[in-house]
């Protein structure tokens, strides 16, 4: 079901040209900078994106699609669907719940190198890609808290590139286990990233876990920051700056 992104109404600013690319339910904004033509870049975007849609759908194990567990793969299997199931495995969930992390990865670094990109950032989904030489604010996007938009991530170029990435389990059509308005997770693998966020999301499920939620999570290796949601409770952790 495609749900309008009003939030991308306010990304990019003046600092990034940009594009959405939308294949099947795949639905993606690209914000740039560099000198790449804008045709020849979404026209590559979406070839990037096809073949990796293609190869997701066109993996040979019908639990790779649903499983909410870790599983292995069957085969030798691309880099690209090496990250999900090395997420998975990491994270304890299934390999999709790291897809939207690793697709706006491997479409921004592949677009960044193809045409000498200074900067990229990939959203898919709410879930970003970010490869950039000044520091960029990331707000939180949790409409079901007060928090939302209030509190911002400050991605330091000196990570990345990085993924930063949300879950909710009052927002969107994913299943999730918790109740958590949001988990957002900075970490250097987007893939990892995504999948960290559905696991600790699912582990949110009452005030108290807040705090200790957020403390396992900026503990995991890899993770630079995090920041958990529960109605009226916040909790921040990690190294990157977190400004209000």
């Given at each position: 079901?495609?749900?309008?992104?009003?939030?991308?109404?306010?990304?990019?600013?003046?600092?990034?040209?940009?594009?959405?690319?939308?294949?099947?339910?795949?639905?993606?904004?690209?914000?740039?900078?560099?000198?790449?033509?804008?045709?020849?870049?979404?026209?590559?975007?979406?070839?990037?994106?096809?073949?990796?849609?293609?190869?997701?759908?066109?993996?040979?194990?019908?639990?790779?699609?649903?499983?909410?567990?870790?599983?292995?793969?069957?085969?030798?299997?691309?880099?690209?669907?090496?990250?999900?199931f090395q997420a998975?495995?990491?994270?304890?969930?299934?390999?999709?719940?790291?897809?939207?992390?690793?697709?706006?990865?491997?479409?921004?670094?592949?677009?960044?190198?193809?045409?000498?990109?200074?900067?990229?950032?990939?959203?898919?989904?709410?879930?970003?890609?970010?490869?950039?030489?000044?520091?960029?604010?990331?707000?939180?996007?949790?409409?079901?808290?007060?928090?939302?938009?209030k509190l911002s991530?400050?991605?330091?170029?000196?990570?990345?590139?990085?993924?930063?990435?949300?879950?909710?389990?009052?927002?969107?059509?994913?299943?999730?286990?918790?109740?958590?308005?949001?988990?957002?997770?900075?970490?250097?693998?987007?893939?990892?990233?995504?999948?960290?966020?559905?696991?600790?999301?699912?582990?949110?499920?009452?005030?108290?876990?807040?705090?200790?939620?957020?403390?396992?999570?900026?503990?995991?290796?890899?993770?630079?920051?995090?920041?958990?949601?529960?109605?009226?409770?916040?909790?921040?952790?990690?190294?990157?700056?977190?400004?209000?």
């Amino acid at each position: 079901m495609y749900e309008k992104r009003t939030y991308r109404q306010a990304m990019g600013d003046k600092r990034f040209s940009s594009f959405n690319l939308t294949i099947g339910e795949s639905d993606l904004w690209i914000g740039y900078q560099g000198d790449a033509d804008s045709q020849t870049l979404r026209k590559e975007g979406a070839s990037i994106l096809r073949k990796l849609r293609m190869e997701i759908l066109g993996y040979e194990d019908p639990q790779f699609l649903s499983s909410f567990i870790p599983i292995q793969p069957r085969r030798e299997v691309s880099s690209f669907l090496t990250t999900m199931f090395q997420a998975a495995k990491r994270a304890n969930t299934g390999p999709m719940a790291s897809v939207a992390g690793a697709v706006a990865a491997k479409v921004g670094s592949e677009l960044k190198s193809r045409f000498g990109l200074s900067e990229i950032v990939v959203e898919n989904g709410g879930d970003l890609y970010i490869d950039v030489l000044k520091p960029l604010k990331v707000q939180l996007y949790a409409p079901t808290s007060k928090f939302s938009g209030k509190l911002s991530i400050l991605v330091d170029s000196t990570y990345g590139p990085i993924g930063v990435c949300t879950s909710s389990a009052k927002l969107g059509h994913s299943v999730s286990l918790g109740k958590a308005d949001a988990v957002m997770v900075a970490c250097s693998d987007a893939a990892l990233a995504d999948a960290f966020a559905t696991a600790y999301c699912n582990k949110v499920r009452r005030a108290e876990d807040v705090q200790k939620v957020c403390k396992e999570l900026t503990g995991e290796e890899g993770v630079l920051s995090a920041v958990v949601v529960l109605d009226d409770m916040l909790a921040v952790g990690g190294t990157l700056e977190v400004s209000t």
